[in-house]
């Protein structure tokens, strides 16, 4: 079963923040997130292992509730280079399933 | 150390034909997967091989097929090609349930 992401996409200028959450109606142990740029494949970002766990990247950071079956990525100050279309990625077996993506688009 | 390698880049097929896609994981993985991906959509799994044995499946007719080899190496074949498998299939290779390392990926165009 795949995850279910929001928003869809989002615009935002330089400097401003962004959420993009990833829920999951199975189990999740673990959540994967990658970026990809137009014409590019797939990069991972992170993942995250434990539930309530938070990790970071730069100004990119994500969080993990187990419980609530959810992820968010949180980007802070945003840059040029942030723009891509972002996924969450899931493993329940051995497979990891992808979200729709949520294209991110950063205006100067 | 190379990355994940795909071939062929781009392919152009009829309906009806058969298609075989190559991918190559990265250095010290063992674990390969396939994905398609529609413009504008998020990957959709197709399997995983492990072991020279498909270890997982995702929602695709039999008419998708693959192949694991010693060195790890995979292939993906298609055979009785419809319009709607046109799209981006990715191979992303792994050690284990690590983090998934992609290929440049394989554009194919039906007509």
């Known amino acids: 079963q795949q995850p279910v992401q929001s928003p869809q996409a989002v615009i935002l200028r330089e400097g401003e923040d962004a959420v993009i959450n990833c829920s999951s109606s199975k189990a999740l142990y673990s959540v994967h997130w990658y970026r990809q740029k137009h014409g590019e494949a797939p990069v991972f970002l992170m993942i995250?292992?434990?539930?309530?766990e938070q990790k970071g990247h730069d100004k990119i950071s994500a969080s993990f509730n187990e419980k609530k079956q959810q992820s968010s990525l949180y980007l802070t100050a945003s840059q040029l280079s942030y723009s891509g279309t972002y996924f969450c990625g899931t493993a329940v077996n051995n497979d990891m399933r992808f979200g729709a993506g949520t294209r991110l688009t950063v205006k100067p | 150390d190379a990355g994940v390698t795909q071939s062929p880049t781009h392919l152009i097929k009829t309906r009806g034909q058969q298609v075989t896609l190559r991918c190559s994981p990265k250095?010290?993985?063992?674990?390969v997967s396939w994905y398609q991906q529609a413009l504008g959509q998020g990957p959709q799994f197709i399997f995983q091989?492990?072991?020279?044995?498909?270890?997982q499946r995702g929602n695709f007719p039999d008419r998708f097929s693959g192949h694991q080899f010693p060195n790890y190496s995979s292939e993906l074949n298609v055979n009785a090609l419809l319009l709607g498998d046109s799209a981006l299939y990715l191979c992303?290779?792994?050690?284990?349930?690590?983090?998934?390392?992609f290929g440049s990926g394989t554009q194919l165009s039906v007509l």
């Open positions: 992303a290779s792994s050690l284990g349930r690590g983090k998934l390392f």
């Open positions: 250095s010290g993985h063992d674990t």
């Open positions: 091989y492990y072991e020279e044995e498909e270890r």
């Open positions: 995250l292992l434990k539930g309530g």
